[in-house]
């Protein structure tokens, strides 16, 4: 790469810029033509003359124009984020902004910046300002413009030309600002360098520390923002600075700042010997002192050394701003406390503040030349070499240390110059080392009048680079960074700064890259030239047209003009590692290199050849050798058929003749593949890929490792190839298939692929890995029906692999297992293609049986036989015998028999896995029940099954499996045992499954039981209906509680719980469930309850407990159910669950299974598991009919009571005894006759046709006797509804809790009949009044009851009819009658038959000893009076 002038942003509109600095400059109007007025220019006699003459002013106007840039003052800052520019009293700022990822500059300020009549600018700086924050990323926080001017001011303003500062440290005009950085220490001999302002007058160099004025800059800043804010004017404070007295040299323009530098002790002695003389003497330690260098006349270059404190900072007019400022307080205060305020005394704005004088620094040497004028002189970036220019025309290079011209350029009038520093990029053998990266020094030249920039070598180097510029830009070189850092600073923030840029007058800046390499230029430039031909490689390669025509030419041209062995292998892996270079062109690059090499080995002595030489000869045979091998099997794959092998007529024979199975046991793994594959058909949607791949993609999953023995190769196939080990699982997967598709494909193409590979010189290892990851992943592919062709093709691979394979890792030692066949099971063993496994399984199995040696040495013809004597040989893997012409020992017998019993266990637990991975995939299909929102809750995702995977998973991974299945199809329990029933296992089950399954489900619940009946036959431990239901309980409380709104899941759950027979398997799996998912969320919804007081509403519901309250009702009554299901598992008289596991399965290693934690499970406490029924029906009943005033804890249950609530239902907490207080018998009894009322409550009311006003009083005829009759019976069928029934079951449910409570259910059964009669259901009550033991009492309430709906009759009727019944009845019946009030009855309008019924029933409830027996014969009398 060579030298660069690129673009780096652009000034937008220009033109406003020079207008607002040059006024002057404005375009002229234009002004009309005399053809436009009517004038003819030929009248007027014009000569060329005078059109020549206009001409030459138009083009020095446009000159002119263009010069613009020359007058004024400009500074960009080296951070680009600020460009300031500046002629006499006016100044522009300009902003960077990103556009479309190009930087442009726009006006952000302009305006006059003169602040005295008559003062211009003359000198302008940019100076970024770091950040302090510790989240900074390198940037600067703002930038600060610095002017000085003609008046000696120094003017500091923000980047919206607002003023922070302005003193006067000289009264003569300002030549030159410049700022120094800080520099760390180099090396031990410099010392670092702090930052530094310095200001030069005619005849004095104020300096000012860096520090002081970064802290007084950030506080101006502060300070004039807190006054635009609050509106007032602040002054900031002076500055602190040192001011030297240049008087020896007679005029000075420019000058430099070298820092501190501390002289050796031959310059001390040089030094005092030239200035005292012989006897001078010398201190010890030299101080430190500054060094200034300065250009202009008499000397042309000056060197002044300040001794450091010679000279102490002038702050006086710190003091003098502080005492004025105390001198003003005092005066106010004073005059304010005596009753008077003077007037403060203003400044007068004429009058200059005080200027100090300055320290005389003597000359310390120079290089004098009278006639010389210097223009500028410009500090290298290493403080070590600084360039000057002059009126001669000439620039020279000088040394700072030693003070004397080392070069002298000539023709260069009115020059600007700037450096650049280059450092190294570090190669890769550059890398290892610790050493710092070397730097290179450019000097820019840019002479305007030639309109040419040069780039130069330092320090005697040639010039690298010119370029064509114009004649009218500016060359900046700032020679700074940022200000305010510091060594902690310095090395965290690194900002992106430029070190010198051309700006031209039309806005375009442009920056100088300088590569490092054009430093070396020279006699020793082998390594710079190599450097250059491979970035020249590099462009070529990525430049899109040049992959046409000559590019393999010339890629072979400019390898071999490489001369650098390792530059050279560095080009050769850009070649092959090119995304579109054919494969044919990289190797005829790959094999001219090799020949060279090989040509240019000979003619060298083969002991003085250089490893890296070796080194690069293997490489290019190991490229070319793989490149061959991509060739190969590109063309195979282009000539492979894309249609798979067709389906044969006997397909299980031609597997037993290739595999040496025998037909019957083919016949099996085809029926086994075939049925998972028929269940995987709408699984998976592949799309087929084409199989390409890339040279370099190819090249670059191989490494090649050289040794010295590599070079004795005797062949190229020998030589070695590994695998790549950072090549990421889909390149891996496309090598393979790119290696291998092929073969498996197209049977044509597998003999030249095995040979290909063979000579591949690739691992057999890596080679098989990548073999079985194709075969295992391409598994709807490649298995399909009756066609067994890729099997056949995968045994021929398999076979040509092994015999590229090391023997002592295929034959294992007596007594062990070979590592080879090993490495495959585990394969095959951690493969989640089943099918696809249990096909690479047997064919391996073929293959390891083929491969074994008949004796000790082994027989290699044997083995080169292999092939043709597979087809004509059946082999019996699972019982070998011994041939009787065998002279095998024992040992080797046993050997055979280990490797092939491991064969025999992987095929048969493959089977197992292909056949539950067949269940796993069957999907139910209509007819199924299945739990609401059970799609979006479970999902419909099969689980994928491994040999490996059921292995590490415990002995309950198969039935968990399996009862997720059972899960996600959503199949009712009474299908599974259907299945128990298809062998034999269950009756009761059948006949449980026939009742609740639906007609139209028996053909999918019969295919449903044949595929859940192959599982038995294979896992009978691991699938016994104990472990199942288990299994299948905990699936669904699993998935419940991901989802806790679909209830439904948790009843499926406890109803497999009740299908568990064993009593210790169920009582565990209870408890397990108990504490677990429900404890926690029963005890969140009491505690609830307790702070409400009443049955919580729905949002209270989802905040505390996590359900809605639809949901939690359903869930109190599922934990009624399980507490239920745990009470009545009776441990004692049932046997501890014992758990056996198949034996091909017994090397199963894992966690504990469900079935086997219920079974640990300790028994609980009876009578706490009782405590928690109590609890969780009224809890229930709450939330069911939501009663209010209700606190389930504190109104029913004592302080042992609540105490004893939420326990691990195994423990023996003090529980409440007989003696319960009689308040709170009393408030669970109100509390059941309340629950009573409300379920009674809930039935619907009697028909319509039975509210009739006085039907039910007049005489019924024969006729509405029949209709009567008809309506009672439809009335009395109502018991039958589900609404009854529920309200009837309620109504037993208190009951039973009642006894539970210690209550007196007796008051409770009679509120429950009452109620009924109430409401007109006296059929139901006529049930529960057989049961009530008070029945006089009962008979009393009833008489009552009676009362009120005849009360009721009598007021409904016509008044006539009412009084003549009245009248008809006696005097103290009437008044009772009277007194009794219909509205207490919901439902009155009962038909008087009914009534008189319940009458009878009164009377024999009634003794006839009883007060009211006379009344209700009275009754009985009256109601026989209104029937008549």
């Given at each position: 790469?060579?030298?660069?002038?690129?673009?780096?942003?652009?000034?937008?509109?220009?033109?406003?810029?020079?207008?607002?600095?040059?006024?002057?400059?404005?375009?002229?109007?234009?002004?009309?033509?005399?053809?436009?007025?009517?004038?003819?220019?030929?009248?007027?006699?014009?000569?060329?003359?005078?059109?020549?003459?206009?001409?030459?002013?138009?083009?020095?106007?446009?000159?002119?124009?263009?010069?613009?840039?020359?007058?004024?003052?400009?500074?960009?800052?080296?951070?680009?984020?600020?460009?300031?520019?500046?002629?006499?009293?006016r100044a522009v700022f300009l902003s960077h902004k990103w556009d479309s990822d190009k930087l442009k500059y726009q006006m952000s300020w302009k305006g006059p910046v003169n602040l005295e009549e008559g003062e211009c600018v003359t000198s302008i700086m940019c100076i970024p300002l770091a950040s302090l924050k510790r989240s900074s990323t390198g940037g600067p926080d703002w930038t600060c413009v610095m002017m000085g001017f003609t008046s000696g001011y120094i003017r500091m303003y923000t980047e919206n030309g607002n003023l922070l500062l302005s003193q006067l440290l000289h009264e003569d005009p300002v030549l030159k600002v410049k700022c120094s950085s800080y520099q760390p220490r180099r090396h031990a001999g410099v010392a670092e360098q702090l930052e530094e302002l310095t200001i030069l007058y005619p005849n004095a160099l104020v300096t000012i520390d860096g520090f002081s004025l970064y802290q007084s800059l950030r506080a101006c800043r502060n300070q004039v923002a807190r006054a635009a804010a609050g509106g007032s004017d602040v002054q900031p404070p002076p500055l602190a600075y040192k001011k030297w007295g240049l008087a020896d040299q007679a005029n000075m323009v420019d000058h430099i700042s070298c820092g501190v530098v501390t002289p050796s002790l031959f310059d001390q002695l040089q030094t005092a010997s030239i200035l005292g003389g012989y006897g001078a003497t010398i201190t010890q330690n030299p101080p430190p002192a500054a060094r200034y260098i300065t250009s202009g006349t008499n000397p042309y270059v000056a060197f002044f050394f300040a001794v450091e404190g010679t000279a102490p900072p002038i702050i006086s007019e710190v003091a003098a701003a502080v005492a004025s400022?105390?001198?003003?307080?005092?005066?106010?205060?004073?005059?304010?406390?005596?009753?008077?305020?003077?007037?403060?005394?203003?400044?007068?704005?004429?009058?200059?503040?005080?200027?100090?004088?300055?320290?005389?620094?003597?000359?310390?040497?120079?290089?004098?030349?009278?006639?010389?004028?210097?223009?500028?002189?410009?500090?290298?970036?290493?403080?070590?070499?600084?360039?000057?220019?002059?009126?001669?025309?000439?620039?020279?290079?000088?040394?700072?240390?030693?003070?004397?011209?080392?070069?002298?350029?000539?023709?260069?009038?009115?020059?600007?110059?700037?450096?650049?520093?280059?450092?190294?990029?570090?190669?890769?053998?550059?890398?290892?080392?610790?050493?710092?990266?070397?730097?290179?020094?450019?000097?820019?030249?840019?002479?305007?009048?030639?309109?040419?920039?040069?780039?130069?070598?330092?320090?005697?180097?040639?010039?690298?680079?010119?370029?064509?510029?114009?004649?009218?830009?500016?060359?900046?070189?700032?020679?700074?960074?940022?200000?305010?850092?510091?060594?902690?600073?310095?090395?965290?923030?690194?900002?992106?700064?430029?070190?010198?840029?051309?700006?031209?007058?039309s806005g375009v800046i442009k920056i100088i890259n300088v590569p490092f390499h054009l430093i070396l230029s020279g006699a020793n430039s082998k390594r710079a030239r190599d450097l250059h031909l491979l970035k020249k490689l590099s462009t070529m390669l990525s430049t899109?047209?040049?992959?046409?025509?000559?590019?393999?030419?010339?890629?072979v041209n400019i390898i071999t003009d490489i001369k650098i062995v390792a530059l050279k292998r560095q080009g050769l892996e850009k070649i092959l590692s090119h995304k579109i270079l054919p494969a044919e062109l990289m190797q005829n690059v790959i094999r001219t290199v090799k020949n060279n090499i090989q040509q240019a080995l000979e003619k060298e002595d083969p002991d003085s050849i250089a490893p890296e030489s070796r080194g690069l000869l293997h490489f290019c045979k190991v490229q070319e050798l793989l490149l061959d091998v991509y060739i190969t099997i590109s063309q195979l794959n282009k000539q492979a058929t894309q249609a798979m092998g067709m389906a044969e007529n006997n397909p299980e024979q031609t597997l037993a003749a290739t595999l040496s199975v025998s037909v019957s046991e083919a016949l099996q793994y085809l029926s086994a593949v075939d049925d998972f594959m028929r269940e995987s058909a709408g699984n998976r949607v592949h799309f087929q890929d084409p199989i390409d791949m890339t040279p370099a993609a190819f090249l670059s999953c191989?490494?090649?490792?050289?040794?010295?023995?590599?070079?004795?190769?005797?062949?190229?196939?020998?030589?070695?190839?590994?695998?790549?080990?950072?090549?990421?699982?889909?390149?891996?997967?496309?090598?393979?298939?790119?290696?291998?598709?092929?073969?498996?494909?197209?049977?044509?193409?597998?003999?030249?692929?095995?040979?290909?590979?063979?000579?591949?010189?690739?691992?057999?290892?890596?080679?098989?890995?990548?073999?079985?990851?194709?075969?295992?992943?391409?598994?709807?592919?490649?298995?399909?029906?009756?066609?067994?062709?890729?099997?056949?093709?995968?045994?021929?691979?398999?076979?040509?692999?092994?015999?590229?394979?090391?023997?002592?890792?295929?034959?294992?030692?007596?007594?062990?297992?070979?590592?080879?066949?090993?490495?495959?099971?585990?394969?095959?063993t951690a493969a989640e293609a089943p099918a696809s496994a249990l096909m690479a399984a047997v064919a391996a199995r073929s293959v390891a049986a083929s491969v074994v040696p008949n004796n000790k040495s082994g027989n290699k013809e044997q083995e080169s036989q292999e092939d043709k004597d597979t087809d004509q040989e059946a082999i019996s893997l699972s019982s070998p015998t011994p041939s009787t012409t065998s002279t095998d020992t024992m040992e080797e017998w046993e050997t055979v028999a280990m490797d092939t019993e491991h064969w025999n266990l992987l095929v048969r637990q493959l089977e197992d896995v292909v056949v539950l991975s067949t269940l796993l995939r069957t999907k139910v299909r209509d007819g199924v029940d299945r739990p609401p929102s059970y799609a979006e809750t479970m999902g419909k995702e099969h689980k994928v099954v491994s040999v490996k995977g059921l292995l590490e998973g415990g002995t309950g991974s198969i039935a968990a499996l399996v009862a997720n299945w059972v899960a996600r199809t959503g199949i009712l329990p009474s299908m599974l045992s259907v299945s128990h029933h298809a062998e034999g296992e269950d009756e009761e089950a059948m006949e449980l499954g026939a009742d609740v399954t639906s007609e139209p489900a028996l053909p999918e619940l019969e295919r449903l039981a044949d595929r859940y009946r192959s599982q038995l036959e294979r896992f009978p431990y691991s699938l016994d209906p104990e472990v199942l239901h288990a299994h299948c309980t905990w699936e669904y409380v699993v998935q419940w509680n991901k989802d806790p709104e679909v209830i439904a899941l948790l009843e499926r759950s406890i109803e497999h719980l009740k299908l568990v027979g064993n009593a210790y398997l169920q009582h565990g799996l209870g408890c397990m469930m108990w504490h677990t998912f429900m404890v926690k969320r029963f005890s969140a919804t009491a505690f609830l309850m307790e702070k409400v007081g009443k049955a919580p509403k729905d949002r209270l519901c989802r905040k505390d407990v996590g359900l809605s309250d639809a949901a939690l009702t359903n869930f109190l009554g599922q934990c009624n159910n399980l507490l239920q299901v745990i009470l009545e598992a009776e441990v004692e008289s049932s046997h501890v669950p014992v758990f056996d596991i198949e034996d091909l399965w017994q090397a199963t290693q894992g966690p504990t299974s469900i079935a086997e934690l219920a079974a640990e499970q300790r028994v609980s406490n009876y009578q706490l598991l009782q405590h928690h029924m109590k609890l969780s029906s009224i809890m229930h009943a709450v939330m069911v009919f939501s009663l209010r005033t209700v606190k389930p804890l504190s109104y029913y249950f004592d302080t042992k009571g609540k105490n004893a609530f939420f326990k691990d239902l195994h423990s023996y907490p003090l529980l409440p005894g007989s003696d319960i207080d009689i308040s709170i018998i009393s408030a669970r009894q109100q509390f059941l006759c309340r629950i009573v009322s409300a379920a009674?409550?809930?039935?619907?009311?009697?028909?319509?046709?039975?509210?009739?006003?006085?039907?039910?009083?007049?005489?019924?005829?024969?006729?509405?006797?029949?209709?009567?009759?008809?309506?009672?019976?439809?009335?009395?069928?109502?018991?039958?509804?589900?609404?009854?029934?529920?309200?009837?079951?309620?109504?037993?449910?208190?009951?039973?809790?009642?006894?539970?409570?210690?209550?007196?259910?007796?008051?409770?059964?009679?509120?429950?009949?009452?109620?009924?009669?109430?409401?007109?259901?006296?059929?139901?009550?006529?049930?529960?009044?057989?049961?009530?033991?008070?029945?006089?009492?009962?008979?009393?309430?009833?008489?009552?009851?009676?009362?009120?709906?005849?009360?009721?009759?009598?007021?409904?009727?016509?008044?006539?009819?009412?009084?003549?019944?009245?009248?008809?009845?006696?005097?103290?019946?009437?008044?009772?009658?009277?007194?009794?009030?219909?509205?207490?009855?919901?439902?009155?309008?009962?038909?008087?038959?009914?009534?008189?019924?319940?009458?009878?029933?009164?009377?024999?409830?009634?003794?006839?000893?009883?007060?009211?027996?006379?009344?209700?014969?009275?009754?009985?009398?009256?109601?026989?009076?209104?029937?008549?």
């Open positions: 790469m060579s030298c660069t002038l690129s673009i780096e942003a652009n000034i937008q509109n220009v033109s406003s810029v020079r207008k607002f600095l040059f006024p002057s400059l404005l375009e002229e109007p234009v002004t009309k033509s005399p053809a436009d007025d009517g004038w003819e220019e030929d009248d007027w006699g014009w000569g060329e003359e005078f059109i020549e003459e206009t001409q030459q002013q138009k083009k020095k106007k446009e000159e002119e124009a263009n010069s613009w840039m020359e007058d004024c003052c400009i500074s960009l800052s080296p951070t680009n984020d600020l460009l300031a520019l500046a002629f006499e009293d400022k105390l001198k003003s307080a005092l005066i106010s205060g004073v005059g304010g406390w005596l009753g008077w305020k003077g007037k403060p005394q203003g400044e007068d704005p004429q009058k200059k503040p005080k200027v100090e004088p300055a320290t005389p620094l003597p000359l310390r040497f120079g290089l004098p030349d009278l006639r010389r004028h210097g223009d500028s002189i410009i500090l290298s970036p290493s403080r070590q070499l600084a360039a000057t220019t002059d009126s001669f025309g000439r620039v020279i290079l000088i040394d700072t240390d030693k003070g004397v011209a080392i070069r002298v350029w000539k023709g260069y009038r009115d020059a600007q110059v700037g450096w650049v520093k280059v450092t190294e990029d570090k190669d890769r053998d550059a890398m290892a080392t610790d050493s710092p990266p070397r730097e290179a020094l450019f000097l820019i030249i840019y002479a305007p009048r030639r309109g040419i920039l040069e780039v130069w070598a330092m320090q005697q180097g040639p010039r690298v680079a010119a370029f064509n510029v114009g004649k009218q830009c500016r060359l900046l070189c700032p020679g700074y960074t940022m200000m305010g850092l510091n060594n902690v600073t310095f090395y965290s923030n690194k900002p992106h700064t430029y070190q010198c840029c051309l700006v031209e007058p899109p047209s040049s992959h046409e025509g000559s590019i393999e030419k010339q890629l191989f490494i090649c490792p050289y040794h010295h023995a590599d070079d004795n190769a005797p062949t190229v196939t020998s030589l070695k190839v590994l695998m790549s080990s950072d090549i990421d699982e889909q390149l891996s997967l496309k090598l393979g298939t790119f290696l291998f598709k092929c073969g498996l494909t197209g049977g044509d193409s597998i003999s030249a692929l095995c040979s290909c590979l063979e000579g591949s010189g690739i691992p057999a290892a890596d080679l098989m890995s990548l073999l079985l990851r194709v075969w295992l992943s391409s598994e709807t592919e490649l298995i399909r029906p009756r066609d067994v062709s890729p099997v056949s093709n995968l045994h021929c691979l398999l076979a040509s692999i092994t015999r590229t394979a090391d023997a002592h890792a295929i034959h294992a030692e007596p007594n062990t297992v070979s590592p080879w066949w090993k490495s495959v099971r585990d394969i095959c009674v409550g809930t039935l619907p009311t009697p028909p319509a046709y039975l509210n009739k006003d006085d039907g039910a009083v007049a005489m019924e005829t024969d006729k509405e006797k029949e209709l009567l009759q008809s309506d009672l019976d439809a009335y009395q069928t109502m018991s039958d509804n589900k609404v009854v029934l529920e309200a009837c079951k309620w109504a037993d449910i208190m009951l039973e809790l009642g006894q539970r409570l210690e209550v007196d259910v007796d008051t409770v059964r009679r509120h429950y009949c009452n109620e009924l009669y109430s409401r007109g259901y006296d059929y139901l009550g006529q049930e529960v009044l057989n049961s009530v033991n008070e029945r006089c009492q009962l008979g009393c309430d009833l008489l009552v009851l009676v009362g009120k709906r005849l009360s009721h009759l009598m007021s409904t009727a016509e008044p006539k009819r009412s009084v003549q019944l009245l009248s008809r009845l006696p005097p103290t019946l009437s008044t009772w009658l009277k007194q009794q009030s219909p509205s207490d009855v919901h439902f009155p309008y009962v038909p008087l038959l009914l009534t008189a019924q319940l009458l009878s029933q009164v009377v024999s409830l009634l003794p006839e000893t009883h007060g009211q027996y006379s009344l209700a014969i009275q009754l009985v009398e009256s109601i026989d009076i209104m029937r008549d």
